[in-house]
């Protein structure tokens, strides 16, 4: 159960005052609610301030300097109404102090409301940035006006929120004050220790000093207080990936015996030499099986560094140790794909290996159903089908899953319980920069491949505005008549009245017309049976060009096509034409890809353009993505269970992610149940970052 020292932060932003049913709509609009779900104050603690306005500055009119905010004493001289019904004149009134005069000037603000507020003969506080024109000082449209004895009442640091339209500054300032006011006595869930390595405020008082600060400087993003408040949320994130990993641990995994000899044959019958990076990963994965602990690795690699060899070392060793292994990937091309370049070696060394695939009928998948159930088969291959309750396992051991970007940290779990005790690794083709491995993957120990297999040369990378068309398809012709094989990439399957850009459909029927039967058409919206065709025939050297959408960005493996032409590139992410320019380059042959773009280019698809083309290292390019796109969907898909950070600038707070995976690991290694003191205010932290889904796990377990 929640704790009762939490019911504050829960408490409905209906029942505050100012909120009616026309705000409350707004608001929830505002932090994307549904309309069942309600908008709590915890919500609007979260929304941090986007700059801390100054009105400390208290000075005469002759020492305000222009452009600057103060808050001038001042006494009410004369009202100038505007002449006429003239829109473009201002209603000035004029004031002063013992320094100087100054205009106040308002814009369509009503007569009434203006002389009620500053009434002549009288003392007022204005509030405002100093102006100048025709030789005068003058506030436009002042922030605030109070009468002497309100002056209390005057934010002299007032926190500035980003907005919604219907949405005033005040009427959000003043709920979000009223929920900062009650805030409750939150018992600590941050270690001593780092408490004083840091001199961090609680977390009330960190919330406090961000919404009601004495000084701009308690607000500021690199404050004491909002360095606490992100370490807290980086701090529910990790603990939430260790309780994942806990949970995942916590059936003891099996001490695997195995002498290596299938690995050495294996590596004996490999056609190249394996590079350093692979025999690290192979070495790691298999000290990792003949631990107690259960595996959960995360193997990620650029395009073409040689994963599945090292997938396949691991299923022999499995293996022999006399259990299963299921390779799961995310579609039945590349699970066709990986059968197909693993039988060969699996028959080799007297591995039994299988495929499960959609395309089966009933009567082809029953004698693999019965072998999978009898041990017969080692190895089994397939897509997501191979978790469906059909599928039963004789002893599954090591459960593999390919393109693990596809997946979320929940799925992860489930997928990892197909068998009892078996251990899990997981591919990824879509390099991860350092800064959210610990983000997404904190439950699961990694292993790294930076370089190719030897024999890989780099893809000569070019770019060129789409008026060279012309060129370019003379330039085809004549590498399509010596052989090779080419993708065409469109970044849209039809036409559309919204964009001008050229169409996957339209180049297919212009390339036709010149290339004729020796071009197809792929994308997602053809059925499987038929993409999957057209795939094998392009594979086997019957289509020599390829129009494509993304649908070919990841996985697909043609060794022969040496040339990748992207159209509209400044269309398509950094990463993404990472990986596209990967399915050429897959063997010896000299290989090109051809980034054709629309002028004039925006700065940040010049800037894409330009790093790709000189840059080969995926996991630079990924950190440069991260740099140009900001954190949010750099992985392809939003992880499950992992929802966007609210409170955490990752370029301010990065330093901060490190300690909290160290802590998270340590409150999980000492208390994995969450029962003592320390362990309890922890779930506190967890319902605050609206991480239900852990303690749940907990419970489970």
Same mark, same amino acid.
């Given at each position: 159960?929640?704790?009762?020292?939490?019911?504050?932060?829960?408490?409905?932003?209906?029942?505050?005052?100012?909120?009616?049913?026309?705000?409350?709509?707004?608001?929830?609009?505002?932090?994307?609610?549904?309309?069942?779900?309600?908008?709590?104050?915890?919500?609007?603690?979260?929304?941090?301030?986007?700059?801390?306005?100054?009105?400390?500055?208290?000075?005469?009119?002759?020492?305000?300097?222009?452009?600057?905010i103060?808050?001038?004493?001042?006494?009410?001289?004369?009202?100038?109404?505007?002449?006429?019904?003239?829109s473009?004149?201002?209603?000035?009134?004029?004031?002063?102090?013992?320094?100087?005069?100054?205009?106040?000037?308002?814009?369509?603000?009503?007569?009434?409301?203006?002389?009620?507020?500053?009434?002549?003969?009288?003392?007022?506080?204005?509030?405002?940035?100093?102006?100048?024109?025709?030789?005068?000082?003058?506030?436009?449209?002042?922030?605030?006006?109070?009468?002497?004895?309100?002056?209390?009442?005057?934010p002299?640091?007032?926190?500035?929120?980003?907005?919604?339209?219907?949405?005033?500054? *005040?009427?959000?300032? @003043? &709920? $979000?004050v009223?929920?900062? /006011?009650? !805030? #409750?006595?939150?018992?600590?869930?941050?270690? =001593? +220790?780092?408490?004083?390595?840091?001199?961090?405020?609680?977390?009330?008082?960190?919330?406090?000093?961000?919404?009601?600060?004495?000084?701009?400087?308690?607000a500021?993003?690199?404050?004491?207080?909002?360095?606490?408040?992100?370490?807290?949320?980086?701090?529910?994130?990790?603990?939430?990936?260790?309780?994942?990993r806990?949970?995942?641990?916590?059936?003891?995994?099996?001490?695997? *015996?195995?002498?290596? @000899? &299938? $690995?050495?044959?294996?590596? /004996?019958? !490999? #056609?190249?030499?394996?590079?350093?990076?692979? =025999? +690290?990963?192979?070495?790691?994965?298999?000290?990792?099986?003949?631990?107690?602990?259960?595996?959960?690795?995360?193997?990620?690699?650029?395009?073409?560094?040689?994963?599945?060899?090292?997938?396949?070392?691991?299923?022999?060793?499995?293996?022999?140790?006399?259990?299963?292994?299921?390779?799961?990937a995310?579609?039945?091309?590349?699970?066709?794909?990986?059968?197909?370049?693993?039988?060969?070696?699996?028959? @080799?060394?007297?591995?039994?290996?299988?495929?499960?695939?959609?395309?089966?009928?009933?009567?082809?998948?029953?004698p693999?159903?019965?072998?999978?159930?009898?041990?017969?088969?080692?190895?089994?291959?397939?897509?997501?089908?191979?978790?469906?309750?059909?599928?039963?396992?004789?002893?599954?051991?090591?459960?593999?899953?390919?393109?693990?970007?596809?997946?979320?940290?929940?799925?992860r779990?489930?997928?990892?319980?197909?068998?009892?005790?078996?251990?899990l690794?997981?591919?990824s083709a879509?390099?991860?920069?350092?800064?959210?491995?610990?983000?997404?993957?904190?439950?699961?120990?990694?292993?790294?491949?930076?370089?190719?297999?030897?024999?890989?040369?780099?893809?000569?990378?070019?770019?060129?505005?789409?008026?060279?068309?012309?060129?370019?398809?003379?330039?085809?012709?004549?590498?399509i008549?010596?052989?090779?094989?080419?993708f065409?990439?469109?970044?849209?399957?039809?036409?559309?009245?919204?964009?001008?850009?050229?169409?996957?459909?339209?180049?297919?029927i212009?390339?036709k017309k010149?290339?004729?039967?020796?071009?197809?058409?792929?994308?997602?919206?053809?059925?499987?049976e038929?993409?999957?065709?057209?795939?094998?025939?392009?594979?086997?050297?019957?289509?020599?060009?390829?129009?494509?959408?993304?649908?070919?960005?990841?996985?697909?493996n043609?060794?022969?096509?040496s040339?990748?032409?992207?159209?509209?590139?400044?269309?398509?992410g950094?990463?993404?034409?990472?990986?596209l320019?990967?399915?050429?380059?897959r063997?010896?042959?000299?290989?090109?890809?051809?980034?054709?773009y629309?002028?004039?280019l925006?700065?940040?698809?010049?800037?894409?353009?330009?790093?790709?083309?000189?840059?080969?290292?995926?996991?630079?390019?990924?950190?440069?993505?991260l740099?140009?796109?900001?954190?949010?969907?750099?992985?392809?898909?939003?992880?499950?269970?992992?929802?966007?950070?609210?409170?955490?600038?990752?370029?301010?707070?990065?330093?901060?992610?490190?300690?909290?995976?160290?802590?998270?690991?340590?409150?999980?290694r000492?208390?994995?149940?969450?029962n003592?003191?320390?362990?309890?205010?922890?779930?506190?932290?967890?319902?605050?970052?609206?991480?239900?889904?852990?303690i749940?796990?907990?419970?489970?377990?």
């Amino acid at each position: 159960m929640r704790p009762d020292y939490l019911t504050p932060l829960f408490r409905s932003v209906r029942s505050f005052k100012g909120v009616g049913a026309q705000i409350e709509a707004l608001l929830k609009k505002f932090f994307a609610l549904n309309e069942e779900e309600e908008l709590i104050a915890l919500d609007l603690l979260m929304h941090m301030p986007s700059q801390i306005i100054d009105r400390r500055r208290q000075v005469s009119v002759l020492e305000a300097q222009i452009g600057e905010i103060v808050t001038l004493k001042l006494h009410i001289d004369e009202h100038i109404e505007p002449i006429g019904k003239d829109s473009k004149t201002p209603y000035k009134i004029l004031a002063h102090d013992n320094s100087s005069p100054i205009s106040l000037v308002f814009f369509h603000y009503p007569k009434n409301w203006l002389k009620r507020s500053l009434p002549i003969g009288q003392i007022r506080y204005v509030s405002g940035r100093i102006g100048y024109f025709n030789n005068e000082k003058q506030i436009t449209h002042p922030d605030y006006i109070v009468a002497e004895r309100d002056l209390i009442s005057l934010p002299l640091v007032e926190p500035i929120y980003p907005l919604t339209s219907g949405l005033s500054a *005040k009427v959000l300032r @003043k &709920i $979000i004050v009223q929920a900062a /006011n009650n !805030l #409750p006595q939150i018992p600590d869930w941050i270690d =001593e +220790k780092r408490l004083s390595q840091f001199g961090w405020p609680s977390f009330s008082e960190a919330m406090k000093q961000i919404h009601l600060p004495d000084s701009p400087s308690q607000a500021e993003i690199n404050s004491k207080a909002r360095m606490r408040l992100a370490y807290d949320e980086y701090f529910a994130s990790q603990l939430t990936m260790q309780i994942i990993r806990s949970n995942l641990m916590r059936e003891r995994g099996i001490e695997r *015996k195995f002498s290596g @000899k &299938i $690995i050495t044959k294996l590596k /004996n019958a !490999l #056609p190249f030499t394996l590079t350093r990076g692979q =025999e +690290k990963a192979i070495e790691e994965i298999l000290h990792d099986l003949r631990k107690k602990d259960k595996m959960a690795r995360l193997l990620q690699g650029d395009v073409g560094s040689g994963k599945t060899i090292i997938a396949l070392m691991a299923m022999a060793a499995i293996a022999e140790s006399g259990a299963q292994s299921a390779l799961m990937a995310p579609t039945e091309i590349l699970a066709k794909q990986h059968y197909k370049s693993l039988k060969p070696l699996c028959d @080799k060394v007297g591995l039994n290996i299988a495929l499960l695939s959609g395309k089966q009928t009933k009567a082809e998948r029953k004698p693999i159903l019965a072998e999978i159930k009898n041990g017969k088969v080692n190895i089994i291959i397939g897509t997501h089908a191979l978790f469906q309750t059909e599928v039963e396992f004789n002893n599954l051991g090591l459960s593999i899953i390919d393109e693990q970007h596809r997946f979320g940290v929940y799925q992860r779990l489930a997928l990892s319980k197909k068998g009892k005790m078996a251990d899990l690794l997981v591919m990824s083709a879509t390099p991860i920069p350092r800064s959210l491995v610990l983000t997404h993957f904190g439950d699961m120990d990694i292993s790294i491949l930076r370089e190719k297999p030897v024999g890989r040369r780099e893809i000569k990378t070019a770019a060129l505005p789409i008026s060279k068309y012309e060129p370019v398809i003379e330039r085809l012709k004549r590498q399509i008549n010596e052989g090779a094989q080419a993708f065409w990439v469109c970044p849209l399957i039809e036409e559309s009245e919204y964009l001008d850009l050229v169409s996957a459909q339209n180049r297919f029927i212009a390339l036709k017309k010149i290339f004729g039967k020796q071009v197809a058409l792929v994308h997602g919206k053809i059925r499987s049976e038929e993409k999957q065709q057209i795939m094998e025939d392009f594979l086997a050297g019957k289509i020599k060009i390829l129009v494509a959408t993304t649908v070919i960005e990841v996985g697909v493996n043609v060794p022969n096509a040496s040339i990748m032409i992207i159209e509209h590139a400044e269309r398509f992410g950094l990463s993404q034409l990472h990986q596209l320019r990967g399915r050429v380059g897959r063997s010896t042959k000299e290989s090109a890809c051809l980034l054709l773009y629309k002028p004039p280019l925006g700065d940040i698809a010049r800037a894409r353009i330009d790093i790709i083309c000189k840059s080969q290292d995926g996991f630079e390019i990924a950190e440069k993505d991260l740099q140009l796109r900001g954190q949010g969907d750099i992985l392809g898909t939003r992880q499950s269970g992992m929802p966007g950070y609210r409170l955490v600038i990752p370029d301010i707070h990065q330093s901060l992610l490190q300690y909290a995976h160290i802590d998270a690991k340590q409150l999980i290694r000492e208390d994995g149940f969450l029962n003592s003191e320390r362990g309890k205010t922890a779930r506190a932290c967890l319902y605050i970052f609206r991480k239900e889904q852990a303690i749940k796990l907990i419970k489970a377990g």
